[in-house]
């Protein structure tokens, strides 16, 4: 069977938007696909090690719940799509920006990505 190739990008580092893109890049790695996890200029943030994950306004509790649940972290949740085979990209980066990546993560201009994703099985963004 062949391997199916998966585009995810994260575009936003809210709490509420940063799972749902590692969430589909961790069940598609488990199922055998190969993932490409980008994260565009807002979205980068989550890959910065001083990320703090914030919830937008008027859903705090979010963050209470989460822990409530014992929910994993939004690193967390990166270390297993990684651990899992998921490749890093980050989109069009301004190269004076000062990150520092938990993970390496190569950088890519946007023609790169949308060429990955129209020959992808599926393509996400959030």
Do not use: C, T
């Amino acid at each position: 069977m062949e391997k199916k190739k998966i585009v995810v990008m994260a575009m936003h580092d809210e709490l509420e938007s940063a799972y749902p893109p590692l969430n589909v890049a961790v069940g598609a790695a488990s199922s055998g696909a190969d993932v490409i996890l980008a994260f565009s200029r807002k979205g980068v943030n989550i890959l910065d090690k001083r990320y703090i994950s914030v919830p937008s306004e008027d859903l705090e509790y979010l963050s209470n719940a989460l822990n409530d649940f014992g929910v994993a972290s939004v690193h967390d949740l990166l270390g297993i799509a990684v651990e899992m085979g998921a490749q890093l990209y980050v989109v069009d980066l301004d190269v004076k920006d000062n990150f520092e990546f938990i993970y390496p993560a190569e950088q890519v201009p946007i023609k790169w990505l949308l060429n990955e994703a129209a020959s992808a099985d599926l393509f996400m963004h959030f």
